[in-house]
C-alpha cells in the first residue's frame, strides 16, 4: 500500500470511529451536553483532559521550539503542567463542589451579579476563540501537509467531523472522543521517540536517554550538544538566552493562564464527586507529563541530529561540513516542502549551518570562509520528521498524520463546547430567557455549538497574520482576567460583585493594552519589543502575572471599600469550601 | 466551628504542597538554577533536569499526595461524601 494511502486509511479510521462513539454517547439533556452528565469516572475525565489540553501546537511545534531554545524552552514545559497544581489544589475540588454547569455561571452566583457573569462571558470567548482559530488553522494545516489536499478542504473536513460530535455528542459525546484522541496521539508522539533515543544512546526510555552517553562514546548526549552548537554561534543548549525575571514571569503567566482556561476548568465539572475532581487531575497531569516529559528528550535528540548531520567533524575545517550531494532522504523530502531550504552562499558545495546573528562569531566564521548561514529550517519538521529520521515504517507516519489531526481536534471541540456552553447557558438563558425550557436550552445549546464551529473556521481560514502573537494574547488574558477572581471567589468571603467587575476589567484592559503596544493586534505597536523597553524586564509573554496582581489588588480595595455580600453568597461560599456538611452542623440547622 | 478548624486544616495542607510546587520549579528550574548547574548527575545538569523533568514529575506526585490527604482530611472531619 502507497503511504498516502495509508495515511488516508488510518486517518480515515481514526474520523470514523470518533463519529460513533460520538453517535452512541449522543447527549439527551443540558446536563448531558455542558458536564456529560457528571457521570465520567476520574481517570477517563483525565484522558480527555489531556487531550483537551494538548493541542496541535503541543504536538507538532513545543519539540522543536525547545530544541531551538534549549534551556529556555523549559518555560512552556513547567508552564503548561505547572498550572495543574494549582487548578487542582486551588480551584477543581471547589467548582465542582458547586455543581452547575459553566465558569460564568459560577461568577455571576458567587458574586451575587449578573453584570460579573456578562464580563466573564466576554473574558471566556476572547480566550476560546483566540484559541480555537489556531487550531482549526492547525487541521488544515496538516491535512495540507499530510493528504496533499489545499488548506481550505482540510479545514472544511476537519469543521465537519467536530461539527457531527460536538453538535450531537456534546461534553458527553467529545469526552469519550477526547479520551480515544489521547491513546492515538501519545501513541504516535512516543513510539518514534523511543526508537530515536534508541538509535542515538541504546537507551530505550527518551525521558533518561537524553541524560546519557551517546552510542558512539563520545561522550553525554547535553554535553556534546552544548560544546557543539556554542562552536557554531548559538546559546549553550542547557543554559539559554532569556533573562531569570522573564523566564520566572512568562512560566508564571502560563500556570496560572492554564489555571484559568475555561475549557479546562469545565473538565473538572463532569466527574461525579468532589474527591473524583481531585484525583483526576493527577490523572490528567500523569498523561499530559508523558508526552511533556518525552518532549524536551525528542527536542535535544532532534537538534542534536540535525547538527551532527551536517557539522559532521571539527568546527572550520572544511571537508567538516556535510557536502549537500550527500545529504540524507529526508532531508530531501521536506526539502520538497520548502520547510528547509538551503542557499550555498560560498559556493563549496558543502552546507554550513551556524548563528550568523552572533557578530562575534560572524568574524570566526569569515575566517573559515563562510559567507553566512545557508540552511533554514522550519522548527515543525522536527517532530514530522522525526520516523523518517528514525527508519520507521511508512504506517507510523500515518499514525503520527492522526495523532497531529487528534491533537488540533480535541482541542478545537473542548474550546467550541465552552463557547456554546456560555452563549447558551449564560447569556440566552440567563438574560433573555430565564423560563426556557430543558430541551430548548439544548437545541439552543447545538446551534450555539454550529454557529461557533463555522466562526472558527471562517477565522482559521482567514487568519489574520498576528494570530502567532495571540497565543500569549489567550494565556494572559485568562491569567488576569478569570483566574483571581475565581480564587478570591472560593477563598475569600469579604470580596463582593463590584470588586470583582473592576477587578476583571483592570486585568483584562492592563493586560491588553500592553500585549497591544508591544505586539499590536488592536493597534499598531507602540514600542519595539525589545528588553529594554519593557515593564520590570517583563516580556507580553509574561505580563499577565502582573495583570492577575493588579486583578486581585483592585478585587480586594474596591471590595473593602463597599458593602459585604448577602449572607446567602457567604453560605454559599461555606458550602464549595466542604465536600459534605459535617453532621453536627446539621444539626444545628 | 467545626468548619473553621476544617477550612485551616485544610489550608495547611495546599499551603505545604505548594510551598513545594514553588519550590521545585521556581526555586530548583529558574532561581537557583545556575547554582545546581554546577553539579552533573550522569548526562543531566541538575539544574536543567528540574526544568525539563525533575519538576514536572513533581507536579504529578503533589497532585496525587494532595488527593490522598484532602481525602483523609474529610474522612477525619466528617466531611467526607459517603455515597
Redesign the interface.
Known amino acids: 500500500m502507497s503511504q498516502q494511502l495509508l495515511i488516508y486509511f488510518v486517518v480515515g479510521g481514526s474520523f470514523l470511529l470518533y463519529i460513533g462513539l460520538a453517535i452512541y454517547s449522543k447527549a439527551n439533556s443540558t446536563s448531558d451536553f455542558y458536564v456529560a452528565g457528571k457521570h465520567v469516572s476520574p481517570v477517563a475525565n483525565g484522558m480527555a483532559t489531556a487531550a483537551d489540553w494538548m493541542s496541535a501546537a503541543s504536538f507538532i511545534s513545543m519539540a522543536g521550539l525547545i530544541a531551538f531554545l534549549g534551556y529556555d524552552g523549559s518555560v512552556y514545559l513547567m508552564g503548561w503542567t505547572g498550572g495543574y497544581v494549582i487548578l487542582a489544589l486551588l480551584l477543581a475540588p471547589y467548582l465542582r463542589k458547586f455543581g452547575k454547569y459553566t465558569v460564568p455561571e459560577f461568577i455571576g452566583d458567587r458574586y451575587d451579579s449578573q453584570i460579573a457573569r456578562t464580563v466573564a462571558v466576554i473574558c471566556l470567548i476572547v480566550i476560546s476563540f483566540t484559541y480555537v482559530a489556531g487550531q482549526m488553522r492547525g487541521v488544515g494545516i496538516v491535512f495540507a501537509r499530510f493528504l496533499n489536499v489545499d488548506v481550505t478542504i482540510g479545514l472544511l473536513t476537519g469543521m465537519g467531523v467536530v461539527f457531527v460530535y460536538a453538535v450531537f455528542g456534546g461534553m458527553k459525546g467529545i469526552t469519550y472522543t477526547q479520551v480515544a484522541q489521547y491513546c492515538v496521539m501519545i501513541f504516535a508522539y512516543t513510539l518514534p521517540a523511543i526508537f530515536i533515543t534508541f538509535q542515538v544512546t541504546n537507551i530505550p526510555i527518551p525521558q533518561l536517554g537524553f541524560g546519557s552517553e551517546l552510542a558512539d562514546g563520545s561522550g553525554y548526549l547535553l554535553n556534546r550538544l552544548d560544546q557543539v552548537v556554542t562552536e557554531l554561534g548559538f546559546a549553550s543548549y542547557t543554559d539559554g538566552s532569556k533573562s531569570m525575571v522573564d523566564v520566572f514571569f512568562i512560566t508564571m503567566a502560563l500556570m496560572i493562564g492554564t489555571a484559568g482556561l475555561p475549557h479546562v476548568i469545565v473538565r473538572f465539572f463532569t466527574v461525579p464527586r468532589v474527591r473524583d475532581a481531585r484525583v483526576s487531575a493527577g490523572y490528567a497531569l500523569l498523561f499530559i507529563a508523558i508526552l511533556y516529559t518525552t518532549a524536551p528528550a525528542v527536542g535535544s535528540l532532534a537538534r542534536w541530529n540535525l547538527t551532527a548531520t551536517i557539522q559532521t567533524g571539527d568546527v572550520g575545517v572544511p571537508t567538516a561540513n556535510l557536502q549537500y550531494e550527500e545529504r540524507p532522504e529526508w532531508f530531501k523530502t521536506w526539502e520538497e516542502t520548502g520547510l528547509i531550504t538551503f542557499d550555498d552562499k560560498n559556493q563549496d558545495g558543502r552546507i554550513q549551518y551556524y548563528n550568523d546573528a552572533n557578530e562575534e562569531f560572524v568574524a570566526v566564521a569569515d575566517s573559515y570562509g563562510w559567507e553566512g548561514n545557508e540552511l533554514t529550517i522550519d522548527r515543525d519538521i522536527l517532530v514530522l520528521a522525526n520516523p523518517e529520521i528514525a527508519g520507521l515504517p511508512d504506517w507510523v507516519v500515518a499514525f503520527i498524520a492522526a495523532g497531529a489531526i487528534a491533537a488540533a481536534l480535541s482541542t478545537a471541540a473542548g474550546l467550541l463546547l465552552v463557547i456554546s456552553a456560555a452563549v447558551s447557558h449564560d447569556l440566552v438563558k440567563s438574560v433573555f430567557n430565564r423560563n426556557m425550557s430543558d430541551r430548548n436550552e439544548l437545541i439552543v445549546g447545538r446551534i450555539c455549538a454550529a454557529v461557533a464551529i463555522c466562526l472558527a473556521g471562517y477565522l482559521g481560514f482567514d487568519l489574520p497574520a498576528f494570530v502567532a502573537e495571540v497565543v500569549a494574547f489567550a494565556f494572559g488574558i485568562a491569567a488576569a482576567s478569570l483566574f483571581p477572581v475565581i480564587l478570591l471567589g472560593i477563598f475569600s468571603v469579604r470580596v463582593n460583585g463590584i470588586g470583582a467587575i473592576c477587578g476583571m476589567l483592570a486585568g483584562l484592559v492592563f493586560t491588553t493594552l500592553y500585549i497591544n503596544a508591544f505586539k499590536g493586534m488592536l493597534f499598531s505597536p507602540m514600542f519595539e519589543n525589545i528588553p529594554e523597553n519593557w515593564l520590570f524586564g517583563i516580556s507580553p509573554e509574561g505580563i499577565g502575572v502582573l495583570g492577575a496582581l493588579l486583578n486581585f489588588a483592585v478585587t480586594l480595595v474596591v471590595s473593602y471599600c463597599t458593602k459585604a455580600p448577602r449572607q446567602e453568597v457567604v453560605d454559599l461560599v461555606y458550602h464549595l469550601r466542604t465536600p459534605r456538611v459535617a453532621q453536627s452542623e446539621v444539626s444545628h440547622g | 466551628m467545626?468548619?473553621r478548624q476544617?477550612?485551616i486544616a485544610?489550608l495547611r495542607l495546599?499551603g505545604i504542597?505548594?510551598s513545594i510546587?514553588f519550590l521545585v520549579?521556581?526555586g530548583c528550574?529558574?532561581?537557583f538554577?545556575d547554582v545546581l548547574?554546577q553539579i552533573q548527575?550522569?548526562?543531566?545538569?541538575l539544574g536543567?533536569?528540574f526544568?525539563?523533568?525533575g519538576?514536572?514529575?513533581v507536579?504529578?506526585v503533589?497532585?496525587?499526595v494532595?488527593?490522598v490527604l484532602?481525602?483523609r482530611l474529610?474522612r477525619t472531619?466528617?466531611?467526607?461524601?459517603?455515597?
Not at chain 2, 77 to 83: L, P, R
Open positions: 467545626k468548619h476544617y477550612w485544610n495546599v504542597l505548594l510546587w520549579s521556581f528550574g529558574i532561581l538554577v548547574n548527575i550522569g548526562g543531566f545538569k536543567f533536569w526544568a525539563q523533568q519538576s514536572i514529575v507536579f504529578v503533589l497532585i496525587f494532595y488527593a484532602a481525602n474529610d472531619h466528617d466531611v467526607d461524601e459517603n455515597e
